[in-house]
């Protein structure tokens, strides 16, 4: 009787171990995430980052590159002390001082944890970055950010959502005040920009998209996001009478989208786009679509499809053989499909300082577990 009560204790002990978190596991599937995420791989280990932040730019890859531009011995280091916003007369220790009004390269971070509600529209100055590791920082309740004719911008580790559309208006700009058109509320939008990084934000609940890249904006990496609870999310191309936007090369890599997001991610018009390496928590409508003839590689991807649409992609248009939506080493789950169209396999050309393994898509749920604004405290490592 008694070996009969010791065995039926053990196993009760071992179902409710197997019930419990397991620290050492957690800690292990973080490690192995780091070790192929090569862009966190290349400063996260680092727990002196802070004194060492513009170590961060040169671990970009994708069509981005590395962004060297915006380092050296010449940045100025500038800390965001006030959450306040004016549009038409920036304060200094605000955001838009620092994004708008200091001139020449710049490394933006901010003194503590705040939420920043824009006046009006933020326009990021070229050799900008925006550095939010270190504190919980929200952009939030009515405008958010453009990048316009703009270039070598870096954005990191913030958290942008309920963004809401604005009407015309005036705005201090880097080369003093223009007029604005009405905006759509997106979280960030990219017009005729080259050359920006977009890494480790959270965004969500904004009124028209979360991302929106348009108007012959090129050379933009997304990567270690976090995109959820969003119809429209991402954006490549403006509208399907932009032939500009044919020369648009985006990376995007490392995200995580969803859940209870719709469709876009992305939609791409004319351009092309390299989707690598994401997590797809299931859509409504589709996952990635587009129209105008757009090339895309979707590589080594995890699409884990819904109860109802199983389709990963979406074209609207007449399709031939110049479209290119070729799918190579993607992993599909709860009955996920991709219909590939057009010949040949949409290769990204990437140069040397662009190019970047991509890892098997049996692992991308390891690989984007820290997608979003990280939380980095003072005595560990992001």
Sequence with gaps: MASQYCFALVSVIILLCSLCPNPSLAKETKLHGLKMNVIDGCWRWNPNWRSNRQQLAMCSVGFAGKMSNNIGKDVINYEVTDPSDNALNPQPGTLRYGATMIKGKKWITFQRDMKIKLEKPLLISSFTAIDGRGANVHIAGNACLRVFKETNVIIH??????????????????????????????????????????????????????????????????????????????????????????????????????????????????????????????????????????????????????????????????????????????????????????????????????????????????????????????????
């Design 157 to 382: 580790g913030l958290r942008i959502h309920h963004c809401r559309s604005q009407p015309p208006t005036t705005v201090m700009g880097p080369n003093g005040i223009i007029s604005l058109g009405g905006v759509d509320g997106d979280a960030i939008r990219l017009v005729t920009s080259s050359k920006v990084w977009i890494d480790h934000n959270t965004l969500y609940q904004s009124e028209d998209g979360l991302l929106d890249v348009t108007r012959g904006s090129t050379d933009v990496t997304i990567s270690n996001n976090w995109f959820r609870d969003q119809d429209k999310v991402m954006l490549l191309g403006h509208d399907d009478g932009f032939f500009r936007d044919k020369n648009m090369k985006v990376t995007v890599v490392y995200n995580h989208f969803g859940p209870h997001c719709n469709q876009r991610m992305p939609r791409i018009r004319h351009g092309y786009a390299h989707v690598v390496n994401n997590l797809y928590n299931g859509w409504s409508q589709y996952a990635i679509g587009g129209s105008m003839n757009p090339s895309v590689k979707s590589e080594a991807n995890l699409f884990i499809a819904p109860k109802l649409n199983k389709e990963v992609t979406w074209r609207k248009g007449s399709v031939g053989n110049s479209w290119k939506f070729y799918s190579k080493g993607d992993k599909f789950e709860n009955g996920a499909s991709f219909i590939q169209t057009g010949l040949g396999g949409a290769k990204p050309q990437y140069n040397s300082e662009q190019n970047f393994r991509v890892v098997d898509a049996k692992s991308v749920r390891s690989l984007t577990r820290a997608s979003g604004a990280l939380t980095c405290t003072e005595k560990s490592r992001c």
